[in-house]
């Protein structure tokens, strides 16, 4: 399946099926040789549905025919009612799509909700009691009439409707467009480890057992149907055929064009569908399709007839998808194994998100965009066949034995056919010239920063982007490594025994490990255990090398084997590989004529980092790459360090222009170690200025926390400039800082939090000025130290996310304590909501300080002894200005009140709190209202002031206008409200550039692009 925003691949379609007589005996033939406990059900069905396109609504009759294998007698079966996850704003598909940050569903009205009901189940005329589940909606249990027996069949009847919900996820409506996918009473899978009861998901997906089916359809006469199995009555076949004829005679159209749902015919239409031995059952509905038809005969001799139902949209691609269809099924045939059933069809139809979905014989496609997207989507979901089809893994607890394999097959296909090595997400701009694939930039950055949630977690305790490494890209990689690992030839053979002898059944991860492991005499335990299990990751270092042997440092979590490449001028390149192990190794080798020693090629490398991957024994520094310089931020690569250049310009008052060049190793994955050099010159005080930095992270095993990490840094800037002296006042801050990460919970959380010490050292250098005529001055300093301990919680729900920040402060002069809660209510769309602030902070200790250490109505332009920014951690245009539109900046602090007004201060405490909130209009407006509540030293008394008016929010957080509408009668009548005689020099902005430091942006780069 296809679902991801910043993806235009993957997908997952499951099709497959017996081999005629051979194929119903297949499930059982092998159960003795790989597991005494071993068995599957077999369930047929035969459903009988008509579809009311006014209240979009299928009206149906279900018999259910279950054949019992099991050792034990049954005697009550669990029923998916899936449609009923539609039903209710608390089933567990709604609580997922509340995780993912879905809101369509949320906020849906009534009318747009699903269900299934009228449901009245019977066995040989006896009506079965039904209970529902206590866990999930979607669930109910029947109680039969008699315990059933092994070998034994009972047939479950009865008639259901089934209200077709609007496109949130799999089956959905948009308006006459239908998609009848997880539709009918379907029974739980029991098998060796018991019943498999699961809710509906969107992601996550399914279990089913094989069977045959009898489908009958009644609808309008002028709809077009796509349908597993095969079509049965010769009115509609002919039907298509003239939709064929039709299509071909109707001018291609180019990207998506508005196609007019015609009238619903008043004559109605029964056609009959049948699918032999398939794990489910799925059809499609719409008027406006155009039908093309070809067929492909495969290497053993069977014909497959391929289908393709597509709109006008994108019909300049869907001309071609038979050809796409063709080949992607013969692709499969031979990588993999004989494709049994008769027919694969591709529908182009409304996808809730993502770009394809697959069912048995069948897909549904949306919108691609180019021709190569679409031909990797059909190709996707056509392997779906294989893997989910006719290997039908419990795709609800490893996904990656559908998704993960088959995306392995797909990106072999596009590399076949187009030269394309696997998915590219990134802008050309970074990802150019990389020695690593942006999935490998994305998934070992992500491991890095402990953001990755394990693949045991299951796909309900997943983040979307968790999620897709897991079932997708990650097993992709690894089956990239195990094919090297092994050899390609003994790779494609074990691949295909697995299939010979697990298709039409159900193989789970020690049945694929057995098979492989029997061709490459091999323990793949690390792989199955090891990565998609426990999520853990492939590390290990070149740590030395002697004449003879070559030392390796396993660092990682994961005992994956290890490929040592030894090369030189003289010598042939060598490939060894070395069964994994854990701490240090030393392997005997001869490194005669050997100038370089690394461990991997990059096509297929699983190593987290690559910067501990080569070694060169004759050099002087045999662990340093060679180094090559690039301009901007680019992704790593596997023989080089990289140094990037990027040209700054700078703009305040002090200096009104700056000029510079920043120099980093920040790059994609981000290193353990990192740092930056930004050297810059002001242009009207001629001085250089600037800032460098270096971070350390460490990664912590065990304990309460789970990543430290270190920073120092070190800046310097003018943030005054008198012209009457020709002078810039200056300040130099050094800090460092120690953050502690919290472990998150093993299951799904939406919580980080952490705690920070840190140190800083301000200086200031300024100008006492003593004849201005003479231009005569003094140059004065100052300097103070302030120490911070600091936890922050952030809680990222979609409806409620919210944050809480906890500090305390101390200098000399001051110990001060401080409390900020920042509380969100989202609306119908992320983008809007309730925003809410509450402050609160104590002065313990005052003593005169060196530094500003008051509350404050807000953070503003401050000069000297008043800088507000007293930790000078803010980026203002004008530090210390006094008028002009650099005055006008404010930053969040205290109370955080937009006004300019500074009257109000507090030596002792402050509370102080507000909001502001999105406008119902199609406009980025926000009103908003903030106070302070301090005891105000000049009255005598403990005084309330307010602000409040419109903003305009760019960018919340980050790029904000404040418009003040009414404010206390404090704030009006100060001295400084009374210098802004103008309304507009009361107008105040946030530019929150701090946001944009390189080592924050990439530590959440990916987590953006995913969003």
């Known amino acids: 399946m296809q679902r991801f925003p910043f993806i235009s691949r993957i997908c997952f379609l499951k099709l497959i099926v017996p081999l005629f007589l051979l194929g119903y005996a297949m499930p059982f033939l092998f159960s003795q040789e790989t597991s005494a406990t071993y068995f ?3 369930v047929d069905y035969e459903i009988d549905v008509t579809l009311d396109d006014v209240r979009n609504e299928l009206r149906g009759y279900i018999r259910i025919h279950y054949t019992h294998h099991g050792p034990e007698a049954i005697e009550r079966i669990p029923i998916h009612l899936w449609p009923n996850a539609y039903a209710s704003k608390e089933s567990a598909f709604a609580e997922q799509q509340l995780r993912l940050g879905k809101l369509d569903f949320l906020n849906a009205t009534a009318e747009k909700l699903g269900f299934l009901d009228s449901l009245s189940f019977s066995v040989s005329g006896n009506k079965l009691a039904m209970r529902p589940d206590a866990d999930h909606r979607d669930v109910a249990w029947l109680k039969l009439p008699e315990p059933v027996a092994t070998g034994e069949q009972v047939t479950i009847e009865g008639p259901f409707r089934v ?23 379907k029974p739980a899978v029991l098998d060796e480890d018991g019943w498999h009861v699961m809710p509906y998901l969107d992601q996550g997906e399914f279990y089913n057992d094989f069977g045959d089916y009898t489908v009958r359809i009644t609808l309008p006469r002028n709809y077009v149907v796509a349908a597993t199995g095969e079509l049965n009555t010769p009115g509609e076949i002919e039907f298509l055929h003239r939709k064929i004829k039709g299509s071909s005679k109707k001018p291609v159209t180019k990207g998506v064009v508005v196609d007019t749902i015609p009238p619903s015919s008043k004559q109605v239409k029964t056609i009959e ?14 008027k406006r399709f155009r039908v093309d038809t070809s067929s492909v005969v495969l290497q053993n001799g069977h014909r497959v007839k391929t289908w393709a139902f597509y709109t006008k949209s994108e019909s300049e691609f869907w001309h071609k998808a038979t050809t796409y269809l063709n080949r992607s099924v013969s692709f499969y045939a031979e990588h993999v194994g004989h494709y049994p059933w008769p027919q694969v069809t591709a529908v182009q139809s409304p996808l809730s998100e993502g770009v394809g979905m697959e069912y048995p014989m069948i897909t549904l496609i949306g919108l691609s965009f180019t021709p190569q997207a679409l031909d990797q989507v059909i190709t996707h979901e056509v392997g779906h066949n294989w893997f989910y089809g006719l290997l039908a893994s419990n795709e609800r607890a490893y996904p990656w034995m559908d998704e993960g394999i088959n995306s392995f097959y797909e990106q072999m296909y596009m590399q076949e056919n187009y030269g394309v090595k696997g998915n590219a997400f990134l802008p050309k701009a970074i990802s150019r010239n990389a020695g690593m694939s942006d999935v490998q930039a994305i998934y070992f950055d992500l491991s890095h920063q402990h953001k990755l949630r394990p693949p045991k977690a299951g796909p309900f305790d997943q983040d979307g982007l968790s999620y897709y490494l897991n079932a997708y890209e990650i097993p992709a990689l690894a089956f990239r490594f195990i094919r090297e690992m092994m050899g390609h030839a003994a790779f494609d053979e074990a691949m295909g025994a697995y299939f010979d002898q697990w298709k039409f059944r159900h193989p789970g991860p020690e049945d694929l490990r057995k098979t492989l492991e029997d061709y490459c005499a ?5 792989f199955t255990e090891g990565l998609m299990e426990r999520g853990g990751t492939v590390d290990y270092a070149v740590v030395n090398a002697t004449p003879d042997h070559v030392v390796i440092e396993n660092k990682g979590e994961v005992m994956a084997p290890v490929e040592i490449i030894l090369s030189g001028p003289d010598v042939p390149e060598q490939h060894l590989w070395v069964d994994g192990f854990t701490g240090r190794k030393s392997i005997a080798l001869e490194l005669k004529g050997v100038r370089e020693i690394s461990l991997y090629k990059p096509d297929y490398s699983l190593d987290a980092d690559w910067s501990n991957n080569s070694f060169r024994p004759s050099s002087l520094f045999p662990k340093l790459r060679p180094l090559r310089f690039r301009i901007g931020t680019g992704i790593a690569g596997s023989d080089r360090s990289s140094l990037y250049l990027l040209p700054l310009t700078g703009l305040n008052e002090a200096d009104q222009g700056m000029i510079g060049v920043g120099i980093t190793n920040q790059q994609l994955p981000n290193p353990a170690l990192r740092w930056i050099l930004a050297p810059m010159y002001g242009i009207r005080s001629r001085d250089l200025v600037g800032m460098a930095e270096v971070r350390r992270d460490f990664t912590l095993r065990s304990g309460w926390f789970d990543r430290l990490m270190v920073r120092g840094s070190l800046k310097r800037f003018n943030d005054a400039y008198d012209p009457d002296y020709a002078f810039a006042n200056r300040y130099t801050k050094a800090e460092v800082k120690a953050e502690l990460h919290f472990r998150k919970p093993e299951r799904f959380s939406a919580t980080d939090q952490w705690l920070s010490l840190r140190f800083a050292q301000i200086h200031q250098r300024f100008s006492v000025g003593i004849d201005i005529q003479d231009n005569l001055f003094a140059i004065d300093k100052r300097g103070y130290y302030v120490n911070e301990l600091r936890y922050f919680r952030k809680q990222n729900s979609i409806l409620f996310p919210n944050k809480l920040d906890l500090r305390a402060q101390q200098g000399k002069g001051f110990l001060k304590f401080l409390a900020n809660f920042r509380q969100q209510v989202t609306y119908r769309k992320k983008s809007r909501g309730l925003y809410m602030h509450f402050f609160g902070g104590l002065l313990a200790v005052n003593d005169q300080p060196d530094a500003n250490v008051n509350f404050l109505f807000n953070g503003q332009p401050g000069s000297g002894i008043f800088a507000r920014d007293y930790l000078f951690d803010e980026i203002l245009l004008g530090r210390n200005a006094k008028s002009g539109i650099f005055s006008q900046q404010v930053f969040l602090r205290d109370a955080e009140l937009k006004t300019l007004s500074t009257a109000g201060f507090s030596e002792n405490w402050m509370l102080g709190g507000g909001f502001s909130t999105s406008l119902p209009i199609p406009l980025p407006i926000h009103a908003y209202a903030d106070f302070a509540i301090f005891p105000d030293p000049l009255n005598n008394k403990v005084s309330f002031s307010y602000s409040s008016g419109l903003a305009i929010v760019a960018a919340k957080d980050f790029l904000e206008i404040y418009f003040p509408v009414f404010e206390s009668t404090d704030i009006r009548e100060s001295v400084t409200y009374a210098e802004r005689s103008g309304y507009f020099e009361r107008v105040s902005f946030l530019f929150n550039l701090k946001a944009l430091h ?9 987590e953006f692009l995913y969003r």
């Open 40 to 42: 599957q059900q077999k």
């Open 163 to 185: 209200k077709i919900p609007s496109s949130f996820s799999r089956l959905g409506h948009v308006w006459q467009s239908y998609q009848v996918t997880q539709w009918y009473p």
């Open 273 to 286: 569908y049948h699918a032999m031995n398939v794990p489910d059952f799925a059809w499609f509905a719409d």
């Open 522 to 526: 091999c323990d793949l335990g690390w």
């Open 998 to 1006: 390189p080592f924050d942006l990439g530590d959440h780069f990916f």
